[in-house]
C-alpha cells in the first residue's frame, strides 16, 4: 500500500516548456487535489476531483490542466511554464467530506 | 482574501514546555477545522480534527481549542518534543464543498 505517489519528485523548466506532473493513489478515494505550496502562502488549491470524470477549479487555477484518467489517477499539465509556477507542488487524495486528506511527498518544480 | 489566516510565521518552544499555535478564519459557514503538520521534504500528515459544533478535542498531547464567536482555534501540544518541530497548517472545510482551505502555515521549533 504506497497511498499517494507522484512523479517527479523534481523538474526544471525553461519558460515556455510544458510538462505533466503524475499523480496516483491506491486506496480507492473518490476525491483527489492538487495543491502549490509557496513560501508565505500555505497551500494553494490548484484544483480538484470529486469523483471520477469530474474537475473543478480551486483557488489558482490559471496556467494549469488537469485529467482524472481513472479513479486512481489525476494529472496536471503546464502547457507553457512560466516562473510564477515555480513551487513545490502536493497531490491529495480524500474520503468522505474531503476534510481527510492524504498526500504525496511532492514534486518540487523550478521554471527558469 | 485569505479565509485562514495563520498570523505567526514562527513559534520557539522549549522542550517540555506547552505549544499554542494559533488560526483565524472570516467564514462563519466553515463547519469542520482541522491541522495538518509538515516535514521538510514530505507531504502534509492530518493531525487532529474539530467540527463546528464542538469547542475542544484531545487526541494524547494535542488539543485543539475552537472559539466561534472569535472566529478562532488553536491547537496545544503539551509537552512539546523534539519531534514535534514541523511546519502546522490550519485548514477549514464548508459542508459538502468537498476541499479545503489552508492557512499560510506556522514552523514550530522545539528547543532542547
Known amino acids: 500500500n504506497a497511498g499517494v505517489t507522484q512523479t517527479p519528485k523534481f523538474q526544471v523548466l525553461k519558460t515556455g516548456q510544458s510538462m505533466t506532473l503524475q499523480c496516483a493513489q491506491d486506496?480507492?478515494?473518490?476525491?483527489m487535489y492538487w495543491y502549490r505550496q509557496d513560501p508565505g502562502m500555505g497551500l494553494r488549491l490548484i484544483y480538484y476531483?470529486?469523483?471520477?470524470?469530474?474537475?473543478d477549479k480551486g483557488e489558482v487555477p490559471n496556467g494549469y490542466n488537469v485529467s482524472r484518467l481513472n479513479k486512481r489517477e489525476f494529472s496536471l499539465r503546464l502547457e507553457s511554464a512560466a516562473p510564477s509556477q515555480t513551487s513545490v507542488y502536493f497531490c491529495?487524495?480524500?474520503?468522505?467530506?474531503?476534510?481527510?486528506?492524504?498526500f504525496g511527498p511532492g514534486t518540487r518544480l523550478t521554471v527558469t | 482574501d485569505q479565509q485562514v489566516k495563520q498570523n505567526s510565521p514562527s513559534l520557539s518552544v522549549q522542550e517540555g514546555r506547552i505549544s499554542i499555535l494559533n488560526c483565524d478564519y472570516t467564514?462563519?459557514?466553515?463547519?469542520?477545522f482541522l491541522w495538518y503538520k509538515k516535514y521538510p521534504a514530505e507531504g502534509p500528515t492530518f493531525l487532529i480534527s474539530?467540527?463546528?459544533?464542538?469547542d475542544k478535542n484531545e487526541d494524547g498531547r494535542f488539543t485543539v481549542f475552537l472559539n466561534k464567536s472569535a472566529k478562532h482555534l488553536s491547537l496545544h501540544i503539551v509537552p512539546s518534543q523534539p519531534g514535534d518541530s514541523a511546519v502546522y497548517f490550519c485548514?477549514?472545510?464548508?459542508?459538502?464543498?468537498?476541499?479545503?482551505?489552508f492557512g499560510q502555515g506556522t514552523r514550530l521549533t522545539i528547543n532542547p
Open positions: 485548514a477549514a472545510s464548508l459542508k459538502g464543498a468537498q476541499k479545503l482551505v
Open positions: 486506496m480507492n478515494h473518490n476525491s
Open positions: 476531483s470529486a469523483s471520477e470524470g469530474t474537475t
Open positions: 467564514n462563519s459557514m466553515f463547519d469542520y
Open positions: 474539530i467540527s463546528s459544533i464542538k
Open positions: 491529495a487524495s480524500g474520503v468522505g467530506t474531503g476534510w481527510e486528506q492524504y
